[in-house]
């Protein structure tokens, strides 16, 4: 779908307008004397921001109380956001689809007043652990960053960390774009969460419709807890 270079930027500003209004004080003054970990353990999504190179990733870490092999066939598949997790995405058309690569076209409705942009993203997945993803096409100029799971409590828990990066591709301060992505990320990660649950504990069904990369056939290593983790 082609969009004007002048009707992507007032999407996009429509778009980081609607996240500003939305942000919850929580996500806009993060206490750092507070117990990251307590705060985990007690339900919290803990949002801070990370340095990788010259960019600054937003970050957003929840505790799920499944294995990763259970969390990882949800995470991956972007039938499972449409819908369910993210009622914003309302169209994905998967382009290329293996078991470490995808390719897919993303529709979402971010706001009455401007209700479809679609974007291209690319999305890398390593051992039933990792993605890192990357937009390729679309609205916005740049668009990237990772979901990493490490297993905690013996490997019966999961740590999920959630990082994204934007540039709109036209002039927003990126302390803005920072505050916005931080209201985002919480309600995407309970959304999982609360999805997760509902098919783990609830007996919920998974998506049918489902790409390469979540056959939890792959998913041996991510059951094993890390160096380092609870």
């Known amino acids: ?14 778009m980081t307008l609607a996240l500003l209004a ?7 003054n993060v206490d750092s004397t507070i117990d990251v970990q307590k705060r985990l353990s007690q339900g919290e999504v803990v949002v801070g921001t990370k340095n990788d190179g010259d960019t600054r990733f ?22 499972e956001f449409k819908g369910k997790i993210s009622p914003r995405m309302k169209a994905v058309e998967v382009v290329l689809d293996k078991a470490e690569l995808s390719i897919l076209k993303v529709t979402l409705d971010m706001s009455f007043l401007y209700p479809n942009f679609t974007y291209t993203v690319e999305s890398r997945y390593q051992n039933g652990q990792r993605i890192d993803f990357k937009r390729i096409g679309g609205v916005l100029r740049d668009f990237k960053g990772s979901w990493e799971m490490n297993p905690i409590d013996n490997g019966n828990k999961t740590e999920l960390t959630y990082s994204m990066y934007i540039d709109p591709g036209f002039f927003v301060p990126q302390w803005i774009m920072r505050e916005g992505v931080k209201g985002e990320l919480p309600r995407t990660l309970k959304g999982l969460r609360e999805r997760v649950h509902a098919v783990c504990e609830d007996s919920k069904t998974l998506e049918s419709h489902t790409i390469c990369a979540a056959n939890s056939n792959h998913l041996q290593t991510a059951s094993t807890p890390a160096h380092g983790t609870l």
Not at 22 to 28: D, G, Y
């Open 58 to 79: 937003v970050t957003g870490t929840i505790i799920i109380n499944e294995p990763p092999s259970r969390v990882w066939p949800v995470m991956v598949n972007p039938f």
């Open 22 to 28: 939305s942000l919850p004080l929580s996500a806009r």
């Open 1 to 14: 779908m082609y969009i004007s270079k002048k009707l992507g930027s007032r999407v996009v500003a429509a």
